[in-house]
């Protein structure tokens, strides 16, 4: 059984088959899939499908960097509100993007470093995003040492020095359908030779980033949670191992991280 770390459920590309996404998924294997809260509204729906699928899903709420630039003092307190969920297992989508800066980087910080201060209150995991900006990104992580739960690096695409130093931060690693294409997984596939097996987990980002190397394509393009099984084939292959087992690895670190009890991680 296999377990998609990153589902963005409420992207408008799923509003009008959501439920069908759902159970694609779970006919294909996927038995957890974690959906994902980018701002509060987001962050809402997650849990709402959360609650109607609580056997398979569970949510995160949080402000991705993006939109840090919408959070003033009534979001936050509507945002802390979710954590007294039990379905709702980790703070983020949270970090920093300096790529476009849709949000000034000094609001980013701000709002980053609020949201680490809430899992730390909270004694939550902390679900990273972080594009452009590792330096900075590791210099908060430092501060916040030994005082965190746990962090995981959301659909990393970096280098194998910029792995080792998010493992040294203790951080779980996300691998996305990034690491299918070609063109472009050259680095990623180096640093996957350094992510120990208890630190890894696997993401689709769906809708985002289908695998280039899945038969057939949809006409949509669209990436489904479903699709994890080819993100976890290739891992497979590129680690050496087999599909059945990495499949119980990484669901195992998913459950570890995220307190997400497995009944049977065996099948």
Not at 40 to 53: F, G, N, P, R
Not at 255 to 265: C, E, H, P, S, V
Request: hydrophobic content about 35%; overall charge negative.
């Amino acid at each position: 059984m296999w377990t998609d770390i990153c589902v963005n459920l409420s992207n408008k590309q799923f509003e009008k088959d959501a439920r069908e996404v759902i159970e694609r998924a779970i006919h294909s294997g996927v038995t957890r899939m974690l959906i994902v809260g980018t701002d509060l509204e987001h962050s809402l729906e997650a849990l709402k499908w959360a609650e109607q699928y609580p056997d398979f899903l569970r949510c995160t709420a949080g402000c991705h960097p993006h939109d840090a630039k919408t959070m003033n003092s009534e979001s936050w307190n509507d945002l802390e509100s979710l954590f007294s969920s039990p379905l709702v297992v980790a703070v983020g989508e949270c970090g920093l993007d300096f790529n476009r800066n849709f949000s000034e980087p000094d609001v980013q910080v701000e709002v980053f470093t609020k949201q680490l201060y809430l899992a730390e209150k909270y004694s939550l995991p902390v679900y990273l995003h972080e594009r452009d900006a590792h330096q900075e990104m590791i210099r908060i992580l430092q501060q916040f040492q030994n005082r965190l739960t746990t962090k995981v690096i959301h659909c990393f695409t970096g280098n194998k020095d910029q792995a080792m130093s998010y493992l040294e931060q203790d951080c779980y690693i996300g691998v996305t359908g990034w690491i299918c294409d070609e063109r472009r997984n050259h680095d990623l596939i180096d640093a996957l030779s350094i992510i120990p097996k208890d630190r890894l987990m696997l993401e689709t980002d769906a809708p985002y980033l289908i695998p280039r190397n899945l038969t057939p394509k949809p006409k949509s393009r669209r990436c489904e949670p479903m699709h994890i099984v080819t993100v976890g084939d290739t891992v497979a292959k590129l680690r050496g191992v087999s599909s059945h087992d990495l499949a119980k690895q990484t669901t195992s670190n998913s459950a570890r991280f995220f307190n997400w009890q497995i009944k049977d991680i065996n099948n």
